[in-house]
C-alpha cells in the first residue's frame, strides 16, 4: 500500500470533562481532498491542530506523511500547511508585503522572494490589489491571500480548516478552483467544513465527525446510498393540506413521512420506487395540487440528519481549542 498522507489510531483530546475528539481513526491516502464534516463543535478544529502539531493528543497515535506528530513533529511542520479559519496575514501590511515577508522568512532572497509573491498574487487573482492593505480587502480576497500566503512553499499536505465560511457564493466557488488548482498540483488537501455542498463538490472521500467521534466515512456517493435508495421531496400548493397530504404518503408509501422547516414541503426515504407512482394518484385523487416533486439521490444533508439526528450545519459555537 502506497504512504498513507494521514493515520491515526484512537486519537484523543480532552479538555476538562469534554472529549472533543473522542478516539478517531484516519487512513488518508495520498492525492485529491479529503472532507472532514460535521457541524460546529463536533471537533474538525481540534483534530487538524493535533495533526498540524500545534497541540498534542491526550492518548492515541498519528502519523503525518510518515512522521510521527509527537516524536518527529519539526518533521511534519516542514511539510505541510494550515490555513485556519481566521486570516493569519497581517492586516495592515498590504498582499505584496505579507507575501514577500513571509517568502524571506523561509530563506528566499529579495529578489526571489518578490518574484515569487507576484506569481502567487497573479495566480489566485490578486495583481491588482498588490499595493493595497489586507484590511481593505473583500471577504473572498482575505482568504485567497490567506490561502495564498499557506502555500509559499508548496506543502504536501494542506489542512484547509473551513475555508470558505462566510464567503458569498462567488468568492467560495473562487476558493474551490484554487483548491483543484492545487490537487492537479499534487498537494493532498484535508479540508474541514459543515457546508454539505462544499464536500459534494470538492471531496474525493468524506469522514463524518460528530461529539469527536467517525461515524461514518466513505464516498459521497457511498454515504449518500447509505440511507436509502431514493429521496421523495414533495412541496403542496397549498399548505393547508400539508397534513393531508402526509396521511396519504403514510399510507401509500408505507415509511415514515419527515416534515421539514418548509410549511409545504415533505420528505420520505424511498425503498420500493414502485410507490411513489400510487401515491402521487392519491394525491390527485384526494385533490392535492402539487407545486412541486421530485425524486433522487438522497444529499449530504439528509445523510448528515439520518447520521446524527441534526443539520450539519448547526449553529453551536467551536470548540475553543
Known amino acids: ?18 472529549r472533543a475528539v473522542d478516539g478517531i481513526d484516519l487512513a488518508i491516502a495520498r492525492g485529491g481532498v479529503h472532507g472532514f464534516l460535521g457541524p460546529n463543535g463536533a471537533g474538525k478544529t481540534t483534530a487538524i491542530r493535533m495533526l498540524a502539531t500545534l497541540i498534542r493528543p491526550d492518548a492515541g497515535s498519528a502519523t503525518v506523511l510518515g512522521y510521527d506528530i509527537g516524536r518527529q513533529a519539526d518533521e511534519v511542520r516542514s511539510r505541510v500547511a494550515l ?19 513571509i517568502a524571506k522568512l523561509y530563506g528566499y532572497s529579495a529578489k526571489a522572494a518578490t518574484r515569487r509573491a507576484e ?7 490578486l495583481a491588482a490589489a498588490a499595493s493595497r492593505q ?17 502555500i509559499v512553499v508548496t506543502p504536501e499536505l494542506l489542512f484547509l480548516d473551513e475555508p470558505t465560511t462566510g464567503l458569498d457564493p462567488r468568492s467560495r466557488n473562487e476558493v474551490w478552483d484554487i483548491i483543484r488548482a492545487m490537487v492537479d498540483y499534487g498537494t493532498t488537501v484535508m479540508l474541514t ?7 459534494d463538490q470538492l471531496a474525493d472521500r468524506i469522514s463524518v465527525i460528530d461529539a469527536g467521534k467517525i461515524i461514518a466515512e466513505g464516498t459521497a456517493t457511498e ?6 435508495s431514493g429521496m421523495l421531496h414533495v412541496r403542496v400548493m397549498d399548505r393547508a393540506d400539508r397534513d393531508a397530504a402526509r396521511e396519504i404518503l403514510l399510507r401509500e408509501l408505507v415509511v415514515d413521512v419527515d416534515i421539514p422547516q418548509d410549511p409545504q414541503g415533505l420528505t420520505a426515504q424511498i425503498e420500493d420506487r414502485g410507490r411513489v407512482t400510487r401515491a402521487l394518484t392519491a394525491l390527485d385523487d384526494a385533490g392535492i395540487g402539487l407545486a412541486q416533486f421530485s425524486l433522487g439521490q438522497p444529499t449530504l444533508d439528509e ?8 443539520p450539519a450545519e448547526a449553529t453551536d459555537e467551536e470548540e475553543a481549542a
Open 303 to 310: 445523510v448528515f440528519l439520518s447520521l446524527t439526528g441534526k
Open 223 to 228: 454515504l449518500k446510498a447509505s440511507v436509502g
Open 83 to 101: 490555513t485556519g479559519q481566521f486570516a493569519s496575514v497581517d492586516e495592515d501590511l498590504t498582499g505584496m508585503e505579507n507575501l514577500r515577508l
Open 119 to 125: 506569481d502567487l498574487l497573479e495566480a489566485f487573482g
Open 1 to 18: 500500500m502506497a504512504e498513507l498522507a494521514i493515520e491515526t489510531h484512537g486519537l484523543v483530546k480532552t479538555y476538562g470533562e469534554t
Open 193 to 199: 467544513t459543515q457546508y454539505l455542498d462544499e464536500a
Open 134 to 150: 489586507v484590511k481593505k480587502y473583500s471577504g473572498g480576497m482575505r482568504r485567497r491571500i490567506d490561502i495564498a500566503a499557506s
